[in-house]
């Protein structure tokens, strides 16, 4: 998906250098493009830098004392779960 918007916008900037056409009201300035990798974990895994620092950006098993409910990136903390993969707390 990545190659594709970049390769649109590209595409865009050499028409529009083409073009003698007013700008429309939303453009792509040349060379704004920025992209964000969004992770996201299964429900009852999550991102622990500190704990798995051989593999910082993996989802791994919730401990327990932490769970994560949804497709969120870190398990949170819930001292009332005590097993591993909780999704509630």
């Known amino acids: 998906a990545k190659d594709l918007i970049e390769r ?3 595409r ?3 028409i529009r250098k083409k073009s003698t ?3 429309p009201e939303i453009y792509y300035i040349e060379g704004t493009l920025q992209m964000v990798w969004v992770d996201r974990c299964y429900p009852g895994y999550g991102i622990n830098a500190v704990r798995h620092p051989d593999c ?3 989802c791994v098993i ?3 004392r932490s769970y994560n409910p949804s497709n969120g990136i870190h398990c949170l903390q819930c001292d009332t779960s ?6 509630t707390c």
């Not at 005590?82 to 999704?87: K, Q, W």
């Open 8 to 10: 649109f916008f590209k």
């Open 12 to 14: 865009e900037v050499e």
């Open 21 to 23: 056409e007013p700008l």
């Open 56 to 58: 910082p950006e993996c």
């Open 62 to 64: 919730c401990s327990p």
């Open 82 to 87: 005590l097993i591993y993969g909780a999704t």
